[in-house]
Structure formats: structure tokens, C-alpha cells
């Protein structure tokens, strides 16, 4: 006969196997177990992951019922907790009050916390307190939305390895001091940023992703960066500081990345990258450097596609390249065609490419040339993939069929034509 028919097997398990079964389900259902029985009853109390997020409240068309249900929740919540809290997160559409957000704050520094997430309602804006820059166990941090201003006697985060800060009022040198206190740190993301001149020192640094109204980047010492992706959004400040900047903005922020494996630049990019860049010799040869996707680099601007060409030349391992075309300059040198047979070497190869992907082509005659230059120096290349602009004429229709007749150094090589959907 089975004895074990009328055992509670579940109740009986390990607390460490418990807790993993709760922390997959929503926080609210967590709690809920402790109605199961009186085993059960503070089971939820012990975990180390909190995640509040709106599957912790109860549908009501009041929003302020459902804002005051959510802090009395989590306050419940942390008030019965017993034992350390590792992760605390809270993402929702409902913002507590400063009051409320500050008291969890200082209660989670006193509870060993080592990942906090933050990201409250879409309006609405907080303070962090000072009590978050003393959390001396952080590995992750994530705040959106909110003011940060470090106190004079923050001596750094020693373990964090991931930060972003989303929509956040730093001063300028806060925020580097801030990146350079945190010896570890392996992943940075900071989006939305105002008008920023900024250096990046990060030893550690593994991946790297900027977004906003950069002025300048410079990185010094992020030898160990792997992954960019850079948007920078143009104003007429802005503008006006890359006219007069000094020094080539190529070298400042590439310079010092050798380990680079992948690079991804959004609008202004290459723009930014062209300042001070010039044609010659390249200190700096990425080995590592697999895959290149630029966002609206403008064929007719001689510079940006000088920077382009300067990437992939000292990419000899590159395997992807993916482009899409802008057209918002017009420069006297747009027609110097004799730059590609004059310029650059006739043994100059793309040993390793083997996918290219162009996007918005509109038939610029450096548009044209640029495909040609890569067809006829990649010997290893298996899918040439352009997208024309929307506004498809007859005679780029002329030009994509032209592209059929260009010489092929790869017997492998495919060229394809595809209309990209609105």
C-alpha cells in the first residue's frame, strides 16, 4: 500500500525549491500561497526577489484607489518580509508618493540589496535619496525617470556591474564620477541625455549604449568594450559644437576600443564620427570587430564615407555589414568619382564579409560606387541585399538593374532587390 498517499509532498520541499517555484510567479499570487495552509502561511515572506509591477493590482477605474492599494501592498509586503532582498523591482504605471518611495528605499539599503530596478509611471519624475548611493552590495541598478545627485561622501558602487539611467538629472561630472566609482561595471546604458560632454572610464566596460543630445564622447580606458550602440539626436547647439570641435572625434571614441566585436550607430553617428577624421594611415585595427549596422550615413558628405570606410578596412573580420542611406547634405565633392580608383588599393579585401545589407538607396552616384567597391573586393560574400528608397523612379530602378553587372569577386555572391514595408 502506498503510504504516501496522504502526504503534503509539496509543503515538504526544501525552502531554497519553494522559493524558486514563487519568485516565477507574479508577486500577488506569491503572497496569495499563504491562504494554502498554515505551512504556507509566511512561505512568500523569505524569498529575495521582489518584483512589483501592475500584476499585483486589482482592476478599479479609480486610479487613486489602485495607487493607494499598490503602496499599501508593497509596504505590507516589505513590513512581513523576513530575511535578505537581493532584487527590488518596481515597474509601473502608478507612481507612489515620495514619502512612500523613500521609506522602502532606506529599508531595502538595511536588507543586502543587490539589484534595484525603478521605473514609475510615464509623467511622473522622483529624487532618488541619498540612502540608494549606500547600498554597498548593488550589481544592478536601473532608475527612470528621476533626479540623482550623489553625496559628497559616495566612495562608489564596488560591485556594480550593471547600470542605466533612463531620463535622469545628474550633473555632468556626477555622472562620470559616478561610471569611474564603479570599478566592475560591465554594462552602461544612459538614454536621454541633454547637451552631455562626456568621458567614459570604465576598465571593465563590456557594453556600451548611449542615447540623447550628446555633445562630445570621449571613452579613455574601456579596453574590454565588446558592444556599442550610439543615437545621438542633433540640435542647433549641437550643431554649432561639432562645427568647432577640436581634435578627431573618430579617434576619441574609437580609439581605445580594440576588442570591439559589435558596433551599431544610429542617426548622427557617423556624423559625429567624421569631425576631424581625415584620410590616411589607421592606428587602430579591430580584430574582433563581426558585425556593423550604421543608421543614415549621408553618401553625399565625402567625410562620413570616409568614416565609413575606415571602419571596414580596419574590420578584416567583419561578416556584416547592414546601412541605410541618407540624403540630407549636398556637398562640391559628391560627383569625385575617381576617389574610389585613385584612393584606395587595389588589393584592398573584405576577406571574412559575408552579408550586406543596404537600405533607402536612392542612386547616389557614392551609393553606386560603394556597392561596387564591395562586390568586387569580397571574395567570400553570399547575399548583397538592397532596399530602395520609398520614392522608387525609374531611374533607380535603372541603377538597382545596373548593380547586376558589376563584377563579382565571390562566385557565391547573390545580389536581391526588396521593397521594405512602410
Given amino acids: 500500500m502506498d503510504t504516501d498517499s496522504g502526504r503534503d509532498l509539496i509543503s515538504d520541499l526544501p525552502q531554497s525549491i519553494i522559493e524558486s517555484i514563487l519568485i516565477k510567479v507574479p508577486l500577488l499570487d506569491a503572497v496569495r500561497t499563504s491562504i494554502l495552509s498554515r505551512k504556507w502561511r509566511y512561505k512568500w515572506a523569505t524569498i529575495t526577489q521582489l518584483v512589483f509591477n501592475d500584476t499585483c493590482l486589482i482592476p478599479c477605474n479609480d486610479k487613486s484607489i489602485v495607487s493607494c492599494n499598490l ?52 509623467d511622473d519624475w522622483f529624487r532618488a535619496p541619498s540612502c540608494v548611493f549606500f547600498c554597498p552590495k548593488l550589481t544592478h541598478l536601473v532608475l527612470v525617470r528621476c533626479e540623482l545627485n550623489p553625496p559628497p561622501n559616495f566612495k562608489g558602487f564596488l560591485y556594480l556591474k550593471h547600470l542605466s539611467l533612463q531620463q535622469v538629472i545628474i550633473p555632468p561630472h556626477d555622472i562620470e564620477v559616478l561610471i569611474s566609482s564603479c570599478p566592475l561595471l560591465e554594462s552602461l546604458t544612459l538614454s536621454y541625455f541633454d547637451s552631455l560632454e562626456l568621458t ?59 576588442c570591439l566585436e559589435r558596433l551599431i550607430g544610429h542617426i548622427y553617428f557617423t556624423k559625429y564620427l567624421s569631425i576631424g577624421n581625415e584620410q590616411g594611415s589607421f592606428p587602430v585595427i579591430y580584430q574582433n570587430l563581426k558585425f556593423i549596422e550604421l543608421y543614415q550615413v549621408s553618401f553625399e558628405d565625402m567625410k562620413e564615407l570616409l568614416v565609413v570606410l575606415r571602419m571596414i578596412v580596419s574590420s578584416p573580420n567583419l561578416e556584416e555589414l547592414q546601412i541605410s542611406s541618407s540624403s540630407i547634405t549636398t556637398t562640391a565633392d559628391i560627383y569625385d568619382l575617381d576617389f574610389w580608383e585613385k584612393d584606395w588599393p587595389a588589393d584592398c579585401t573584405f576577406s571574412k564579409l559575408k552579408i550586406v545589407h543596404m537600405t533607402d538607396f ?57 521593397q521594405e514595408p512602410l
Wanted: hydrophobic share 45%; glycine share 6%.
Fill in 71 to 122: 503602496v499599501n501592498f508593497i509596504t505590507r509586503c516589505l513590513f512581513l518580509h523576513d530575511g535578505p532582498i537581493h532584487k527590488f523591482e518596481l515597474n509601473t504605471s502608478y507612481s507612489p508618493t515620495s514619502p512612500d518611495l523613500d521609506q522602502w528605499l532606506l529599508f531595502l539599503s538595511r536588507k543586502d540589496i543587490k539589484e534595484l530596478i525603478i521605473d514609475i509611471g510615464e
Fill in 200 to 258: 567614459i572610464r570604465a576598465p571593465n566596460l563590456k557594453y556600451l549604449n548611449l542615447e540623447g543630445e550628446f555633445k562630445d564622447i570621449r571613452l579613455e580606458n574601456t579596453p574590454c568594450l565588446v558592444g556599442i550602440s550610439v543615437a545621438m539626436y542633433m540640435t542647433d547647439d549641437i550643431a554649432e559644437h561639432f562645427e568647432q570641435s577640436s581634435g578627431c572625434n573618430f579617434d576619441k571614441f574609437l580609439g581605445g576600443v580594440p
Fill in 362 to 418: 536612392s542612386g547616389l552616384p557614392h551609393e553606386i560606387a560603394f556597392i561596387k567597391f564591395l562586390l568586387g573586393h569580397s571574395p567570400v560574400l553570399e547575399q548583397m541585399i538592397v532596399a530602395p528608397t520609398i520614392y522608387v523612379t525609374d531611374k533607380v530602378v535603372k541603377m538597382l538593374i545596373d548593380l547586376l553587372t558589376f563584377r563579382r569577386a565571390s562566385p557565391l555572391a547573390t545580389v536581391k532587390f526588396v
